[in-house]
């Protein structure tokens, strides 16, 4: 098992955060500020396949497990992902156990799935695929999205699922789906939230949690999370520009008052 998917299934606490800017820099920016990992945001964000590669190579190099949000279930992304030295992958919007199923499927190799086997990065171009194919079941982290109201309904079932390592809230998605947007519906989310988080450490597998903000960790650790990330390098680059301009204009008033 690698030391990633230890910590992962050990239910150590981890902090990442995604990566969406497309380019290995921003990734080596991200993996030098303390993070525990990144996740490259394949579905959402506008980075190519070979990009992806290139930004787990970067993260590798500064010895930051990297996993990546795949569009979709399609197994051959999963495949994509896993091929370019990617640590796990978090397949988004599962709403079925047969949907959580297939993304194990798409994840392991025979007999436990059905990956297929390539010279990829992870195996060394095919100079190391057997002893790539001896320890890439065990060391692949599988973690699946749950982000609708049929996820929330089915939740127990995804749970059970054999090979899923871990449950991850997307509250975004979620708010939407189960009509649970701004204030009003905050309580009612915060439920949803708590009842995948419990159906998930019943079944023994690790959760997790988008954060927006650092002060929503406490909340969802406290819940029984233990699996975290935190924004975006793009939010977290906004969010320093626009403090730091505030932080300008505020010293040209004083300026000016003196």
């Not at 991200?30 to 490259?40: E, H, R």
């Not at 978090?90 to 007999?111: D, E, F, I, N």
């Not at 699946?144 to 996820?151: C, I, S, Y």
């Not at 597998?205 to 406490?218: E, L, M, N």
């Amino acid at each position: 098992m690698s030391d990633f998917r230890q910590k992962c299934t050990g239910k150590s606490n981890l902090v990442g955060s995604f990566a969406s800017i497309p380019h290995p820099v921003a990734v080596e920016v991200a993996a030098q500020s303390g993070l525990d990992f990144l996740c490259i945001d394949w579905e959402h964000a506008q980075i190519s396949r070979d990009m992806i590669e290139n930004m787990v190579r970067a993260a590798d190099v500064n010895r930051v497990p990297a996993m990546v949000r795949v569009p979709g279930h399609a197994p051959e992304a999963i495949q994509a992902a896993l091929d370019s030295g990617a640590q796990g992958v978090l397949v988004p919007r599962v709403s079925t156990a047969a949907q959580a199923a297939m993304a194990v499927k798409a994840s392991r190799y025979p007999p436990i799935g059905e990956r297929g086997v390539g010279p990829g990065r992870a195996a060394a171009y095919g100079y190391r695929i057997p002893s790539y194919l001896a320890a890439a079941n065990e060391a692949v982290v599988v973690a699946v999205q749950v982000e609708t109201a049929d996820g929330l309904a089915n939740i127990e079932a995804i749970a059970a699922v054999d090979g899923v390592d871990m449950i991850f809230v997307g509250p975004g998605d979620l708010s939407v789906s189960i009509d649970a947007l701004g204030p009003a519906g905050a309580s009612r989310l915060a439920g949803a939230i708590r009842t995948i988080i419990g159906a998930t450490i019943t079944h023994n597998k690790t959760a997790g949690i988008f954060c927006a903000k650092a002060d929503d960790v406490g909340q969802w650790a406290a819940a029984g999370a233990s699996f975290f990330i935190l924004a975006s390098d793009a939010m977290f680059l906004g969010a320093g520009a626009a403090a730091g301009c505030i932080a300008a204009r505020a010293e040209l008033e004083r300026g000016k008052a003196g």
